[in-house]
């Protein structure tokens, strides 16, 4: 599947785990292990119930990269909701988006490897990758 | 370290749900489970029940497994000592946080100056810190006649000395005289104040601009202060600001250069720090050009927005993670 | 989240040894293990290898305990983001804290004050923070005469916001200018600066006296602050020094009463802050009396002496642990 | 058991096991589960191999002992060493006698229910609880 895009929209609540199924099937295939799988899945999560709590839909795409290690998953969550309008607030630990106990965008940043985020009136993009180790 | 026993029932249910349907609600469930229980509940905790659970679905388990999770579970108690740890230590650090936040807004509140409102000088102006607290420093001054002081200086260092050392000298600035006065003036006024609390181990740098409105003129010197440009719109280009002189601080009497520049219709005068010129974006450091294409690009909007989607565009090349105190002025002339 | 395999591989041995002798010294060897790895490996990284060991060793696993360790390790991962927010956590804390003794260092030294040496009058002061900033602040000056002004103030709270706004009351206080200035004036001008800065909802309370070194008056003047003390020798007694006065910052524009008293041969002037007066011990509040017992049995020592032996008995008394900033200046007329 | 005292000399190294293995036998008789008797374990490891390191022998006694709750287990660890000369600095996170990655004083502190300590010349002793819930 190198470089083919699995895109699943977040409308409804199940639909997060639609996207946590899709994420792991994929992980799992392109070779990683059950510790990883589930930190895939965890910030699919955060990220899906983002889209789904403060932006009403969106949608979280899935392709496999190449770059600091021959085999990555790449993960793009966007939406057309209000944007965040300070994003290094929301970067900063305890100042969750998903209602307090959430582990929140700093906790998506911590469980993959890169993370970027870009946010404005038109909606809010973040891309993530996780290298195969 | 008690656990909310209740919750940790949801945990062997769950356990249960999954073992017969393996559906991936469950697992999205117990990710949600362990986010609440988290607080209260450590890992080694965890485990014993997550194998109490399976000791009543498996009860012929082979005694090897049994076994295997005594030993589990004595591997996990440093991670639950470090996991009672964390707690405490996040109590502590919102403590000191709140009581620095408090610090930080009375130092905005000391530190605060208004812009001034000049007819045909468009000014912008932030300053951003990297940590809680700011030893980057701006102020303006305007005298009888409405030209305008300038002043941009950064604290060798940042955080909570850099901040308090720069309150020392928002102080000194404002117990001299409210007449018009000459950069270079000011500087060596200031050199004395720093210099006399030598023992502080603190540095600073200043550059002092003053504005002249009727004649369009801009005065400067520099106590080694990262260079700013200035913008010709006749020429489409900008000139870095060419002055020198001593940091703050160092020597007892220090006479300082004084430096004019005509501004020009469409001229923009760019104050900065280090912060702004020297941040950088993973291992690549950003040069100095691209900052000044981003100010190019928006040099048509008021002087606030050009300073303003500065910091954006920087903030996130360097992942919205400041490494060191921000500050940025922009002055327009505009007629 | 990197881990060091090496290291790991060492929980698969011993997990091995144990499960054939089920001995004390493997658990004993697994908890060492587990403190020297728990820097690199998290929780799930842990049970993850647990998982992998049981397999090699049963490969005919209960299905159902294979399914149970995919549950397991999924809500491990919240564990996981704890651990390394615990490491990142104790990082920021040992920084956060060197940076506060800096700025505690700095506040030494641009508080500093020395003690005027007079004829006839013996002064002793110290101040010593609760936390590692201080929110008291005392200040001598001396005028062409000779003649002594003595500040002593609290910020109401304490560590570095109350530090902070410290540091302003001392610029506002050098600014002024050198000749002698009295009292009610000295707090009526302060009260203007700390009002004008309002909204850092601070206040502080302050007492001014100055000592007239020809006539030997002390003349006073007290903003809400803790009352000091005259002992009279002739009487071998401690009068209270009755004094009125609005905290400033409460009120724009305040005025100060003035009060002058003769100071004889042998007499002390005691100033204090609200940290010598309301210390306790254990649940024991320590009366103003028991403080004033100590200054008479020492007053025969020169103030330094007597001041620091006052600050050496109550510090015992606390525990070692101070509640507030402890501040005290005693001042001795021998001819 | 009730009261009655059961005592393990430690003079060397692998006597910390025999005590780790007699406390965790009491705490098994006791009822406590696999948790505690870890916690339980790990506590008495610190003590002895601190009364190893730095006393060079004591003891570690054990006792079943009532209060907060009908049963639990006091340990009490007891060496004639040099004393400890700052007692609040060895209590604080990261300042640890067992060399760096020992859990340290405040580890004991937070393994077990109740902490005391007394140390002077004539030595230290350290005093804990762990209550059956
Ligand atoms: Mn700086
Ligand atoms: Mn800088
Ligand atoms: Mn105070
Ligand atoms: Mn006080």
Known sequence: MKGALTTVPIIKELDIVGARQSGRNLARDLGFGSVDQARIATAISELARNIYLYAGSGEISFQEVQGASPVGLKIVASDHGPGIENVSKVMEDGYSTSGGLGAGLPGVKRLMDEFDIISDDNGTKIIVVKWLR | ?335
Do not use: W
Request: hydrophobic share 40%; with cysteine.
């Open chain 2, 1 to 335: 370290m008690s656990s909310t026993k209740s919750d940790i029932k949801q945990y062997q249910d769950l356990l249960k749900q999954y073992l017969d349907t393996k559906d991936e609600v469950v697992l999205y469930q117990a990710e949600q489970l362990s986010k609440e229980i988290k607080q209260d509940v450590s890992p080694d905790e965890i485990i014993d029940e997550h194998y109490n659970t399976l000791l009543k679905l498996i009860p012929d388990m082979d005694s090897q497994i049994k076994d295997s999770f005594e030993f589990l579970i004595q591997t996990m108690t440093s991670y639950a000592l470090a996991y009672k740890e964390y707690h405490e230590l996040r109590t502590k650090q919102l403590e000191l946080k709140a009581e620095i936040e408090v610090a930080a807004n009375m130092q905005n509140t000391l530190l605060s100056t208004s812009i001034p409102q000049v007819d045909g000088l468009d000014i912008g102006a932030t300053s951003i810190p990297a940590k809680l607290m700011n030893g980057d420093y701006y102020h303006f001054v305007q005298d009888d006649e409405g030209n305008v002081g300038v002043a941009i200086a950064d604290v060798i260092g940042k955080g909570i000395p850099a901040a308090f050392f720069m309150s020392m000298i928002k102080y000194a600035m404002e117990s001299f005289p409210e007449n018009r006065m000459y950069p270079k003036v000011i500087l060596e006024l200031l050199n004395r104040v720093v210099e006399r609390n030598v023992e502080s181990g603190m540095f600073v740098t200043m550059f002092y601009g003053l504005y002249d409105v009727q004649r369009q003129l801009f005065y400067y010197a520099t106590a080694g202060h990262e260079p700013g440009f200035i913008y010709r719109a006749q020429e489409d280009q900008f000139k870095e600001i060419d002055a020198k002189g001593l940091l703050l601080g160092v020597k007892k009497e220090v006479k300082y250069n004084q430096y004019v520049d005509e501004i020009h219709d469409g001229d923009l005068i760019v104050l900065l720090t280090d912060g702004v010129t020297e941040c950088r974006s993973g291992d690549r450091f950003i040069e100095r050009e691209e900052v000044l294409d981003v100010i190019k690009e928006n040099k048509h909007l008021p002087a606030q927005d050009i300073v303003d989607n500065v910091y954006k565009y920087l903030e996130r090349l360097q992942n919205f993670t400041l490494r060191d105190d921000f500050t940025l002025i922009v002055m327009k002339r505009s007629s």
